[in-house]
Structure formats: C-alpha cells, structure tokens
C-alpha cells in the first residue's frame, strides 16, 4: 500500500449516508475506507491502523466522543473528526477536550469533507490557536457548572425534590402546593429557592438539571 494513501474508519449509524461516504472517500486516489462503523460496540473492533476517523458523536449506543482516546491508544497519530448536524459549541468543545481535531457538518459539500480530511492529516487539526483556546474555555466553563449544579442537587431538601418530581409529571402549582400540604404561596417559594440553588432560570431548566442528575424518575411505579 502507498504509505501517502490516507486510511479512514467512518463511524456513523445512519447507513445510508455512512455508505455514500465511503463510496465518494474511496474515489479519491489517497484515501482508503478501511472499516465503517454504526455503533460504538462495533467502531471498538476496528480502531488500529487509522489515520483519520470522521465519527458522529450521536451514535445509538452513546457517545461518539468516547472512541476519541481509545483511537489514540489503537492508532498513535490518528485524526478524529466530528461529523454531526448539530450547531450546538457545547458539545463540540466537550469533543475538542477529548481530542478531536476538528467538526465536519453534514450540511457540508461533499468536496469540502474531501479537503477537511486532507487538512487534518496534513495539519493535524481544522482548528486554530484560538479557537483551540476558547472551545477549550467553553467545555471547562461547562464542566463547572455541571459540577455546581451537582452539588447543589446534593443540597436539596424533600421538599425541593418533590417540587421537581411533580414538574417531570408535568404538574402545576397548585397540583404540587396540594401534594406537598402547602398554600400556593409557600410552594411558589419553594419553587423560587430551588431554582436559585440549582441555577436555573425556568421550571424546564430546572427540570433538566434535575432529570441529567437522576433527580427524577419520569415513569414512577403506581
């Protein structure tokens, strides 16, 4: 094999547009698709002997972003890019701290894909200084606030937890105020400190802190 040939494993469970990639990659003279993937179980199997992988970080069995370093134990040197339709920076940096190189949209022109590969192997990243520098910035900001919101979940009184397992039963306030045994205006107090422990702006705000941090069980036994 040409050692300039670029080999590539594609990891993206929607199989239709997995396939029409390989199939344009393959075209190009310096590329090789050695293995394709559809799910995190299957991409684990196929990690050595890759110089670039384009992984889509929303795979059915979790997320994509956890093949990045086990990549890098396989194949010392190889390219992860993300390839997701997703606009969200969040996630994106969270992925850029696990070691991707760079995001490739799905929205992209198809010679665009062609010449972001290009351009991490030869590079080694579609990203610069700064954008390196403030997605890294995002993803530790993200990650405080996560663990603040953690501990401030820990903090919570009963009553604070049922206001929120009536909100993941979409309950209002006065369906919650009479649960708890309380007039309207003590659980609307209730209600304003719980958000501002958890820091959340909105009753759904706060509803999802609670519901990433096992707060709320959405299908309760009767």
């Not at 494993?9 to 199989?15: A, F, I, R, T, W």
């Not at 920076?89 to 062609?114: C, D, N, P, W």
């Not at 009963?158 to 039963?169: D, M, R, S, T, Y």
Request: glycine letters at 10%.
């Amino acid at each position: 094999m040409d050692s300039g040939t670029t080999k590539i494993l594609l990891v993206e469970d929607h199989h239709l547009l997995r396939q029409a990639l390989a199939e344009i990659l393959g075209r190009e003279r310096d590329f090789l698709v050695v293995a394709q993937a559809g799910s995190l179980a299957e991409a684990r199997g196929l990690l050595e002997g890759v110089d670039v992988a384009i992984v889509d970080p929303g795979l059915p069995d979790g997320d994509g972003t956890e093949l990045i370093s086990e990549l890098r134990e396989a194949s010392p040197g190889c390219i992860a890019l993300i390839m997701t339709a997703s606009l969200d920076r969040t996630r994106f940096a969270r992925a850029v701290e696990a070691g991707a190189a760079g995001m490739i949209h799905k929205a992209s022109y198809l010679q665009e894909v062609i010449d972001a590969v290009r351009r991490a192997r030869a590079e080694g990243t579609l990203l610069s200084t700064g954008q390196i520098i403030e997605l890294m910035g995002l993803a530790s900001s993200q990650r405080d606030r996560a663990a603040a919101a953690r501990a401030a979940a820990e903090r919570l009184t009963p009553q604070e937890k049922e206001i929120l397992q009536g909100l993941g039963q979409g309950l209002g306030n006065k369906e919650i105020a009479r649960r708890l045994g309380v007039a309207i205006d003590t659980e609307r107090n209730y209600m304003a400190t719980l958000l501002t422990k958890l820091g959340a702006r909105t009753r759904l705000q706060a509803l999802v802190i609670a519901i990433r941090h096992g707060l709320v069980d959405l299908h309760p036994k009767d």
